[in-house]
C-alpha cells in the first residue's frame, strides 16, 4: 500500500498549522508591500507638511514671483536693516528667509537655522529661473507660447524581430520580472530546503524514525516529507502573492495612489498608440511599463517559473534531506551544508551579472547545468534570451539530476536515520551508497 | 504452528558480523524471549524481521510465506531506541501510527479510544507529546504499538522507562495479548521478567545462538544436583556419614538448625540422601535448587 500521502499530509498539516507559518504568512506580505508603497508614501508625508518662507527683496521687482501654494506660503519682509531683519525672521518662525539684493541679478542667499531642505531649495530655484527666464524673453521679444509650442517628448519603444513577425518589447520590466524569480526561487530552496533537513534531524533525535520505518519503506518516509514541504512552500508562495495583491490593492485604494492602471484601463490601452498613451499617462515610463506588462510573454515565464521552482527545491530538498540522515544534529551539519549551498549560492550572485550579458557563454553553462539552471534559466526566460533547445536541455539535465539525487540521497538516508553516535565523514558516505 | 521461522540468517557489516546462521522459530501464541548480551545481535535480527535491514543470506518465514511487505500491518514492533514527535497531539501522533499499519481511520479511531480507556489515559488525547512525563510517553507507544492488533508483537526492552506499578500492568497486557492468541518476540536483559513471561527463549552471543528451547527444558539443562536443605539435627554426625558421592556446598548453623546445600555427584536417589539425614534428626525442608534464567544467561555466555 502506498503510505506517502499519509506522510505527505502529516508533514503538511504539521508546518501550515503551527504559529511561525501563520505570522510569516501575515508578516511576509505585509514587509513586501510596504517595501512597494513606502517610496509613494513617504514622498505624500513630505509634499503635507506646510511651511512659510519669509522673502525680503530690496528690489521689489520680485512680488509676482511667488505665488502661495497649498504646501509653501511667502511673506515679503520689509525691515531694511539685515540684523533686525534676521532677528524677525528669527521670531517668526518660518522655516526659511530669502533674501533678494541685486536688481535681476542670479544671486541670492537662503538662510535658516538647520540646513535647509533640498526641495525647498529645489523648488525656489525653479520659481527664480523661471521668473528670469520669462524676463529675458520679454527683452529678447520672443513669444512663450510659440516656444512651449516648438517642444518635443520623445519615447523609443524597444520591438524584437521575431519567427511571428515584430513585437513590443521593454528591456527593463522582463530584466526585474527574471531577477524577482531568481530571488524567490533561491529564497524558497533555501528556506524549505533546511526545513526538510530540520524534519528529518527532529525524527531521528526524537527516535521516531525506527517506529515509523517499521510501518514504512526509508523512500516513502523522504518522499512523503519532501512533497508534503513542497506544498507548504507552494501554499506560503500563493499566500504572499494573493496577500501582497491584497494588501497593496487596498491601500492604493484608500490613499488614491493609483500607481498602477486598472485591469479594465488596460484592454483599453491596448488598442492605442504609444503616443496616444503618452498624452494620456503624460508619462512615457509609466507607458513603457504597461506595454512591457501586456506584450510579457506570462505563459512562458509562469510555466518555466513553476517547473524550475519545483525541479530545484526537489533537486536540494532530496541533499538536505540526505544530510540530514547522516548527523546526530543541526551542529554537524556545517561540513556537508558548504557543498550543497556553494552552487546556489554562486548561481545567485551570477544571476546579477548575467541580467546584463544574457547570451554570454557563462549564462550558457549555468542554465543548463542542473545545480545552477534553477535559478539562472528563468531569468534568461524572462529576458526571452534563450533558445528552445537549450531550454530542452536545461529541463532534461535537471529532471535527471533530480532523479539521480532522489535515489543517492535515499540510499544515504536508509542507513544515515538508524546510526546514532557516529561522526560521519566523506568517506563513510561512500560506503553507505553501495550498501544493499 | 509455528508463526515466524528464520533459517541460517547471516548479516555482516563492514567490520564485524551481527548475525551468523541464526534460525529462530516462534510458535504461535507463546512469548519467545530473545535474550544476549549488548552487541550481540538481537537489535539486526529484529530489524531483519521487521524489514528494516535485509539478511545477507538466509530466509524469514511469517505464517509459512517468505517476508513481504504486506506482512509489516501483521507485526506491531515496540522498539529499544523509540520516541514520539514532542509537537504533536497524542490522539493525533496515534491515529497517525495506526493509519501507517494500514487501519482505516474510523478502525483506528475506534479501536485507540477503547485502548485509551483501559489504560486510562483518555484525558491526555488532546494533550501534546512533551507535556507528558517519560513514563507516560512509554504508555502510548505502547498503545500504538498494539492498536492493530497484529498477530506478531515485538518488544525490545518494553519495560525501561516505566515504574514498577506501570510495569505490572503492562506484563498483566503482555500476557493477556498472548492469551488472545498473539505470539509476542520479547528482548530483554531483565532475566526476572523472562522468568515471568517467557515460555522459549534463544540466547544468542557474539553472532551465534548458543542455546534455545523452552524455559523449563533449559533450567533443567542447567541443574546442577543441588539441593538445599533445613535440617535440626545432630550435623557433625551427618557429615562424618556422608560417602564421597556427597559434597556440603554450603553449611549455615543457627542455633541447632542447619542451613544445606548439598550436591549430589553420582546418579543417587535424592531418597538416599533423605533417609541417611533423618537418621540424624528432622528435615524441615528439602528442595532442588532449580538455576535462576539470570544464572544460565552468565554461565553460557562466559561457556560460549
Known amino acids: ?436 | 504452528m509455528e508463526i515466524l521461522k528464520t533459517q541460517k540468517v547471516v548479516k555482516q557489516f563492514e567490520n564485524h558480523r551481527a548475525l551468523s546462521e541464526v534460525s529462530i522459530s516462534v510458535e504461535e501464541g507463546t512469548v519467545f524471549g530473545l535474550l544476549g548480551p549488548n552487541g550481540a545481535g538481537k537489535t539486526t535480527l529484529i530489524r531483519i524481521i521487521n524489514q528494516i535491514t535485509a539478511p545477507d543470506s538466509g530466509e524469514v518465514f511469517l505464517f509459512n510465506e517468505k517476508l513481504k511487505p504486506e506482512h509489516i500491518k501483521d507485526i506491531g514492533y515496540l522498539p529499544e531506541e523509540r520516541g514520539l514527535y514532542k509537537k504533536m497531539k497524542v490522539g493525533e501522533q496515534a491515529m497517525y501510527f495506526a493509519q501507517l499499519k494500514g487501519m482505516t481511520k474510523n478502525d483506528a479511531k475506534a479501536k485507540l479510544k477503547s485502548l485509551f480507556e483501559k489504560f486510562e489515559v483518555n484525558e491526555w488525547w488532546n494533550k501534546k507529546v512533551e507535556e507528558l512525563s517519560k513514563g507516560m510517553q512509554q504508555k502510548v507507544q505502547f498503545i500504538t504499538t498494539i492498536v492493530h492488533q497484529p498477530k506478531l508483537l515485538i518488544f525490545d526492552e518494553p519495560f525501561s522507562g516505566f515504574d514498577p506499578i506501570n510495569a505490572d500492568v503492562l506484563k498483566n497486557e503482555i500476557l493477556a495479548l498472548k492469551k488472545n492468541g498473539a505470539s509476542i518476540i520479547f528482548s530483554t536483559h531483565n532475566m526476572a521478567s523472562v522468568e515471568e513471561v517467557c515460555d522459549n527463549i534463544a540466547l544468542i552471543n557474539k553472532s551465534n545462538k548458543i542455546l534455545d528451547g523452552k524455559v523449563a527444558d533449559i533450567k533443567n539443562q542447567f541443574k546442577s544436583n543441588v539441593f538445599e536443605i533445613i535440617f535440626d539435627g545432630n550435623f557433625n554426625k551427618f557429615e562424618a556419614s556422608l560417602s564421597a558421592d556427597y559434597e556440603i556446598v554450603e553449611n549455615a548453623q543457627v542455633n541447632a538448625t542447619s542451613i544445606l546445600k548439598v550436591k549430589i555427584l553420582n546418579d543417587l536417589s535424592t531418597n538416599d540422601l533423605l533417609s541417611r539425614m533423618l537418621q540424624f534428626g528432622k528435615v524441615i525442608s528439602f528442595n532442588e535448587v532449580v538455576p535462576s534464567m539470570h544464572d544460565i544467561f552468565i554461565k553460557a555466555v562466559n561457556g560460549n
Open chain 1, 1 to 436: 500500500m502506498n503510505k506517502i500521502p499519509l506522510i505527505l499530509k502529516r508533514e503538511y498539516l504539521t508546518r501550515v498549522k503551527k504559529k511561525s507559518f501563520l505570522i510569516m504568512t501575515i508578516v511576509g506580505p505585509i514587509l513586501m508591500a510596504a517595501l512597494m508603497i513606502a517610496p509613494i508614501w513617504f514622498a505624500m508625508m513630505d509634499d503635507n507638511e506646510k511651511k512659510a518662507i519669509s522673502i525680503y527683496d530690496k528690489t521689489g521687482k520680485y512680488v509676482s514671483a511667488f505665488d502661495n501654494t497649498e504646501n509653501i506660503s511667502y511673506r515679503f519682509l520689509t525691515e531694511n536693516n539685515a540684523e533686525k531683519r534676521k532677528d524677525e525672521f528669527k521670531k517668526s518662525g518660518d522655516y526659511a528667509m530669502l533674501s533678494i539684493l541685486d536688481t535681476l541679478s542670479n544671486e541670492f542667499v537662503l538662510y535658516s537655522e538647520k540646513t535647509p531642505d533640498f526641495e525647498i531649495k529645489q523648488k525656489l530655484t525653479e520659481k527664480l529661473e523661471r521668473f528670469l527666464e520669462e524676463q529675458n524673453y520679454r527683452k529678447l521679444g520672443i513669444n512663450k507660447a510659440t516656444l512651449d509650442s516648438a517642444k518635443v517628448s520623445v519615447h523609443i519603444q524597444p520591438k524584437t524581430l521575431t519567427a511571428d513577425g515584430e513585437k513590443d518589447s521593454s528591456a527593463e520590466l522582463p530584466l526585474a520580472i527574471g531577477f524577482i524569480a531568481a530571488i524567490i526561487i533561491y529564497m524558497f530552496i533555501f528556506m524549505y530546503g533546511v526545513q526538510v533537513m530540520r524534519g528529518v534531524i527532529e525524527e531521528k533525535v526524537n527516535r521516531v524514525v525506527e517506529v515509523l520505518i517499521s510501518s514504512v519503506k526509508p523512500f516513502q518516509l523522504m518522499a512523503g516529507k519532501i512533497i508534503g514541504i513542497a506544498l507548504v512552500a507552494l501554499t506560503q508562495f500563493l499566500l504572499w502573492a494573493i496577500l501582497t495583491g491584497i494588501i497593496v490593492g487596498v491601500v492604493s485604494l484608500i490613499f488614491g495612489l493609483n500607481s498602477m492602471p486598472q485591469e479594465q484601463d488596460l484592454s483599453q490601452l491596448q488598442n492605442m498608440s504609444s503616443g496616444e498613451l503618452d498624452g494620456i499617462m503624460g508619462n512615457s515610463q509609466i507607458a513603457g511599463i504597461v506595454f512591457g506588462l501586456m506584450n510579457f510573454n506570462w505563459l512562458a515565464m509562469i510555466t518555466t517559473f513553476i517547473f524550475f521552482f519545483i525541479g530545484g527545491y526537489l533537486l536540494y530538498a532530496s541533499l538536505f534531506a540526505a544530510i540530514g540522515s547522516a548527523v546526530d544534529n543541526e551542529t554537524d551539519t556545517q561540513q556537508f551544508m558548504l557543498p550543497v549551498t556553494v552552487p546556489l549560492i554562486l548561481a545567485f550572485v551570477a544571476a546579477q551579472g548575467i541580467i546584463k550579458n544574457p547570451d554570454g557563454s557563462l549564462a550558457f553553462w549555468m542554465s543548463i547545468i542542473p545545480f545552477t539552471s534553477p535559478i539562472i534559466m528563468p531569468v534568461r526566460v524572462a529576458m526571452g534570451r534563450y533558445e528552445i533547445w537549450e531550454l530542452v536541455l536545461s529541463v532534461g539535465l535537471l529532471v535527471g539530476a533530480f532523479l539521480a539525487t532522489v535515489w543517492l540521497a535515499a540510499k544515504i538516508y536508509k542507513v544515515g536515520i538508524l546510526m546514532y553516535g557516529k561522526k560521519v565523514s566523506y568517506k563513510e558516505l561512500w560506503k553507505w551508497l553501495r550498501y544493499k
